[in-house]
Structures are given as C-alpha cells and as structure tokens.
C-alpha cells in the first residue's frame, strides 16, 4: 500500500495542525491548573507535533540524517511523555517514582540506540518507510509497549470511575498514537500517515470533547 507526495504532504499537514491545536490548549489548561499531568501530556504533544512536522519535511523532498536520528529518538518519547502525565495521576508514589526511573532508563536507552547505530536513508516515496536497525527497534519497543499499557490502564481506571465515554476516545486514540511510529515496520508505511491523523482526532475528543472540558482532572 503506497500513498503519493501530495496525499503525503496533506495528511501531514492536517495532522500537523491539530497536534499544535491540542498542544496549546494542554499548555494552556497546564499554566492554569500548574498540573504535572498536564505538562508531560503537553510536552508529549508538543513532541508528536513536531514529529510529524519532521514527516512533513520528508513528504517535501528534504532529507537530513540527523533529522532522521531526532524524528527517531522523538516518537518513543512522546508515547514514555504521554504516560508520564497519566502515572502522575496514580496516588501510590512508589508507583509513580518506580515508572519514572523506568522511563529515564529507557530514554536513555532510545537515544543511545539511535547513536550508536548506523541510520540509513529511511524514506520511501515520500514516506518513512524504511526499517531501522534492530537496537534501535528493540530499545523503542522497550520504551514505547510499556508505556503505551501504562496510559490504558490510567485511563482505564479513570473510565471505571468517571463512566465518562471520552476515557474509551483517550484509549483508543493513545493505542492509534503508540502504534502509528512502528507500522512502517512491518511495510505498512501509508498507514503510519493515517494512523497518527486518526489518533489526534480521538485525542481531541477525548481530552476535550465536545463539551470542551477536560475528561481527565487531577
């Protein structure tokens, strides 16, 4: 399945957009509220954002391997981020500091893998669509499943309490998120594209809602 550059540069686009859109409105909500889950969602948007901007300069024709090394080490943390600011919702503090010391580790893990490997050309058609060496693939893996499972779960408890269908939004909308970055993995490149729109837009609906207030409160 392939998409064309100009499918390429408009889904990036639209994403693009939306990401900055709910990025700002979480760092607005933070400035407010001064609420630790609330700046590591902010941060870990402000990171998909720009992600897929970094997409957005591939779809384009540009390339850069450094580029290619940050857009790597970026769509692991955006997910640990993201889980960060939904296990600081958790009152067992052990819990919480447990989660965070896991999540340097396996920072530090992503960004030494991505050095330490030899990055190669990964677009393909406009798209990344390339597979990345395999330290690089197992130490995103070990940073991004765990996390993506911390977020489910949070939200999920939340959910049970709350009965608040915007949860199942978050849910879904995180696990599209979390599983965009790993799709050209297994040669389903267009979809990463399609995936990370999706995701937003159940993030949307799901932080905000129609109702515009926030589902999840500290």
């Known amino acids: ?9 408009a889904v990036t686009s639209i994403t693009f957009v939306l ?5 700002y409105l979480m760092t607005r909500s933070y400035l407010k509220m001064r609420s630790v889950s609330r700046l590591f969602w902010g941060l870990g948007l402000w990171i998909f954002a720009i992600s897929v901007l970094i997409e957005l300069v591939f779809s384009l024709g540009a390339y850069s391997a450094l580029l290619m090394q940050a857009y790597l ?5 955006l997910v640990q981020l993201l889980a960060v600011g939904s296990v600081s919702l958790l009152k067992n503090q052990k819990v919480r500091y447990a989660y965070y010391a896991f999540t340097i580790f396996a920072a530090v893990l992503v960004v030494y893998s991505v050095a330490a490997s030899s990055i190669t050309d990964l677009i393909m058609n ?6 990345p060496p395999n330290l690089v693939i197992y130490a995103s893996t070990i940073a991004t499943v765990p996390a993506t499972f911390a977020i489910i779960i949070v939200a999920a ?3 049970l309490k709350k009965r608040d269908w915007r949860m199942l939004s978050v ?6 998120v979390a599983i965009a970055g790993t799709l ?3 040669s389903l490149p267009a979809l990463l594209y399609l995936a ?3 995701g937003i837009v159940l993030l949307w609906l799901g932080f905000i809602g129609p109702e515009k207030k926030w589902v999840l409160n500290c």
């Open 1 to 9: 399945m392939q998409i064309d550059q100009f499918t390429a540069i």
């Open 157 to 159: 408890l939340s959910y």
């Open 73 to 77: 080490v970026l769509v692991a943390l």
């Open 171 to 176: 849910i879904v909308g995180v696990i599209t």
């Open 19 to 23: 990401s900055v859109g709910l990025s």
């Open 196 to 198: 990370e729109f999706i």
């Open 184 to 186: 050209y993995v297994v």
């Open 126 to 131: 406009y798209v990344v669509g390339g597979i």
